[in-house]
């Protein structure tokens, strides 16, 4: 058994080097290439997206300051993840950047996987999904010196087209397996109630405003996709556009170098002496708005009986008088009172620590996807969602027509 620093060597160039050495040596023009030249008038939208998704999948905005400063988290890393965890709390593995060598290590058990060098490797080889780390060699060793996190830690997942949790990635899908919490209460930075907070937030869930308030309710990770001309793009619409998410989330939750305002919260959050995210914020969002919804998968819903459920949803349902148009959302006119919402009553309420003290309605492109439902996460079926409507409204539809509504939402 083996870790990955100890793949074997390949001929190349006139001389023997290991595969994945190989491989790193060509990543930079990879990115150049992948990134495109521009030109005197400015990046095209199609240059500018593709730099935006090298922020998203690989920036960190300095965030090394948070996650290996203050957390200490490399050496957590380095001690006790090793691959086989960092599966099991929901991390994900980028199939295309193993190399050939290490894909077969993989696949035939001769790399070891219990072993957290492997996991060191696998963050060389910038393998691991959302995380990035800085690898030096020390005394002949490969040391992990710095981790940080991007935005595809929690906002994309894999195909699991190699294995369970490795495969290609899916950028935008809502990592529902992450266990953002179990992730942070490794760290030994914590003290043991807020550790205890953290571990309490279960797979797919996560709280953006617990460092700031103190209170916890977390809210289930949203996707990022699907979102072009859709102005309010939170659970509670607090900005006009996802750049305004992106900052909130890149400076208060990541700990990227940079600031973030908010006067309705009078919040105001200044990480470091220097800006590394306000200039990526274009180029990240012509990204994400470039993500399409991904189509329901054929044989996954009843044709027939979404075609009942779509007369539910326009008709007795009542689901298009607030899912309107081609996106099935009303937010770019209008946020609704908390009391609409199906979680609510919650204590805390999530709505109250909100900019906007109101929901926006979800799109529902897509929706197949990203279960458990409502922004607590508490319904776990499209057809639980249709149940508490029916319920709470007093719709008065039947077993059947609820059934039928279903699979109408999952045929989206």
């Known amino acids: 058994m083996r870790s990955i620093h100890e793949a074997p060597a390949e001929a190349g160039a006139g001389r023997t080097r290991p595969a994945f050495r190989w491989w790193l040596a060509a990543l930079p023009l990879a990115v150049l290439a992948a990134c495109g030249g521009g030109s005197s008038t400015g990046p095209s939208e199609q240059d500018l997206a593709a730099q935006g998704r ?36 929901g991390l994900k593995v980028d199939a295309e950047a193993l190399p050939p060598a290490v ?107 617990f460092n700031l308030d ?77 993500l399409l919804p991904p189509p329901a998968p054929a044989g996954s819903f009843d044709v027939a009986a979404a075609a009942r459920g779509k007369a539910v949803f326009e008709g007795p349902g009542r689901c298009a008088t607030c899912h309107t148009g081609a996106k099935f959302t009303d937010a770019n006119e209008r946020l609704h009172p908390a009391a609409d919402s199906m979680a609510e009553p919650e204590i805390p309420s999530y709505a109250s620590r909100t900019a906007t003290k109101q929901y926006r309605t979800s799109p529902l492109r897509g929706v197949w996807q990203h279960a458990p439902y409502f922004h607590d996460g508490s319904a776990a079926t499209l057809q639980d969602v249709g149940q508490r409507y029916n319920s709470r409204l007093a719709l008065g539809l039947s077993a059947q027509q609820v059934a039928d509504l279903a699979q109408y939402l999952k045929s989206l």
Request: glycine share 10%; proline share 6%.
């Open 54 to 89: 090298q922020i998203f999948r690989f920036d960190t905005f300095g965030d090394e300051a948070k996650w290996t400063g203050q957390l200490r988290m490399h050496e957590v890393i380095s001690q006790a993840v090793d691959p086989a965890t960092a599966l099991a709390v």
């Open 214 to 290: 103190g209170q916890s309710k977390p809210l289930v990770i949203p996707p990022a996709y699907g979102l072009q001309d859709i102005h309010r793009i939170t659970f509670t619409g607090d900005g006009e556009d996802i750049a305004y998410w992106n900052r909130y989330v890149g400076v208060t939750q990541m700990g990227g170098l940079g600031t973030f305002t908010e006067p309705r919260l009078n919040l105001s959050v200044t990480n470091g002496t220097v800006d590394l995210v306000t200039s990526k914020l274009p180029a990240l969002q012509a990204y994400q708005l470039s």
């Open 103 to 209: 894909a077969q290590g993989i696949r035939d058990g001769t790399i070891d996987l219990t072993d957290p060098r492997t996991t060191v490797a696998l963050l060389k080889l910038d393998a691991v999904v959302g995380l990035k780390g800085t690898v030096e060699t020390v005394d002949g060793q490969d040391r992990l010196t710095k981790v940080g996190t991007t935005c595809a830690l929690c906002h994309s997942t894999v195909d699991d087209s190699f294995a369970p949790g490795i495969g290609k990635r899916l950028d935008g899908w809502a990592n529902r397996d992450l266990n953002p919490g179990a992730i942070i209460a490794l760290s030994p930075a914590l003290p043991a109630a807020t550790r205890a907070v953290f571990n309490s937030w279960g797979p797919g869930k996560y709280d953006p405003r």
